[in-house]
């Protein structure tokens, strides 16, 4: 029998599937990891395992509650007084943005509104509209007054 070079490929990608595969599925179960099983109880009778298949036992509830994301520190941070510290306390806000913050805050001179914020690299609308809540200007800049 005389084969060409792709035969060879043939059987190397086959065995690659395969192994892979079978890595994959020899992990994981087949059944969902949401059911969990029942435990056993030897000690049940006959007459309380009849009772038992009328109304089924529910097995106890494996909730994970949902890590929280990083929550605010609970009262409003002004922005023209924060520390390093204070805006790491902000959900989304890491050293480098809170970094950046501080030297937006110097480079304007003061906050104004709040919304001076999306002015900061890598604060954007989304990121705004979840500190928004968590943030005020009290002691801005004095505003230049109208003739």
């Not at 890595?23 to 109880?41: D, G």
């Amino acid at each position: 029998m005389n084969r060409d070079g792709r035969y060879g490929a043939f059987l190397v990608l086959a065995a690659v599937f395969l192994s892979v595969s079978f890595f994959h599925f020899s992990k994981t179960s087949f059944r969902s990891k949401n059911s969990p099983t029942l435990p056993v109880n030897d000690d049940v009778t006959a007459a309380s395992s009849s009772q038992t298949a009328a109304s089924p036992v529910k097995p106890p509830s494996k909730t994970a509650e949902p890590k929280p994301e990083k929550e605010g520190p609970g009262f409003r941070i002004d922005l023209n007084s924060a520390t390093k510290e204070d805006l790491l306390s902000l959900p989304g806000i890491g050293e480098v943005t809170a970094e950046r913050i501080l030297k937006k805050r110097i480079e304007l001179g003061g906050f104004t509104t709040v919304e001076e914020l999306t002015e900061v690299e890598r604060i954007g609308k989304v990121k705004m509209d979840r500190i928004r809540g968590l943030v005020t200007v009290k002691n801005g800049p004095p505003k230049p007054k109208n003739p």
